[in-house]
């Protein structure tokens, strides 16, 4: 079945510092895949997707690239800040569609001042 | 606009007791997804409603039901709770009726603790 992989956690990173979260999938044909952040006490918020190969999706400095032949979603930023700590969440839709998402594990990230 | 809410946020019950947790979605949103969030599985599919029909749902006991209203509102059930059920059940709309084609928009979550 459809799977995602997520990098263990926590993880945990200066301010300014360059973030990866490694992510990898496991899905039949083209799904559609998801980054989404929970901040604390809080439900998850789409940070941002891309529903096709090579695609790239960016929001807020984060971005992630669509990679069909490696099957991954890495998310990446340049430059993390404080407001970034939260715990990030790979995720992906089947391309039948009709089926409900599938979540990684989620990864905690803290920054630090 | 207004976002999903879900009521109540906190809550506390007793092994054997059952729960109601309501969900309200954006307006003109159809498509109502729950999940269960736990430390130990992270984010689990507990079922999907779309016009007040069960399209999917997910690996959970029989003791787990939901069901949703003609506005769209949704509840889900928990009978004879158990101390596993102690999670942050999560709802989440969508407009339409292809909750993995569309982007989920999640409420705040109803923590249950079960002593």
């Known amino acids: 079945g459809n799977s995602v992989t997520q990098m263990e956690g926590p993880v945990t990173l200066s301010e300014e510092a360059f973030l990866t979260i490694n992510c990898t999938y496991t899905?039949?044909?083209?799904?559609?895949l998801f980054w989404y952040v929970q901040y604390p006490g809080e439900g998850l918020q789409l940070l941002l997707k891309?529903?096709?190969?090579?695609d790239k999706g960016s929001n807020k400095g984060f971005e992630a690239t669509y990679r069909k032949e490696t099957t991954s979603f890495h998310l990446e930023k340049g430059s993390v800040q404080v407001s970034d700590s939260a715990v990030y969440f790979c995720?992906?839709?089947?391309?039948?569609?009709?089926?409900?998402?599938?979540f990684g594990k989620g990864t905690r990230l803290s920054v630090i001042a | 606009k207004a976002g999903v809410t879900q009521t109540p946020r906190y809550l506390i019950k007793t092994r054997g007791q059952q729960v109601t947790l309501s969900c309200s979605p954006i307006?003109?949103?159809?498509?109502v997804s729950w999940y269960q969030q736990t430390p130990g599985q992270g984010l689990q599919f507990l079922f999907e409603?779309?016009?007040?029909?069960?399209?999917n749902k997910g690996n959970f006991p029989g003791r787990f039901s939901g069901r949703q209203f003609s506005n769209s509102r949704s509840e889900m059930n928990v009978s004879t709770l158990e101390l596993g059920d102690s999670a942050l059940y999560l709802c989440?709309?969508?407009?339409?009726?292809?909750?993995?084609?569309?982007?989920?928009?999640f409420g705040a979550g109803s923590r249950l603790t079960v002593l």
């Open positions: 989440a709309s969508s407009p339409w009726g292809e909750p993995g084609a569309n982007v989920l928009t």
């Open positions: 899905a039949t044909g083209y799904p559609s």
């Open positions: 891309a529903t096709k190969a090579d």
């Open positions: 995720a992906l839709s089947a391309s039948s569609g009709n089926t409900p998402l599938v």
């Open positions: 307006s003109g949103h159809r498509s």
């Open positions: 409603y779309f016009s007040e029909t069960q399209r």
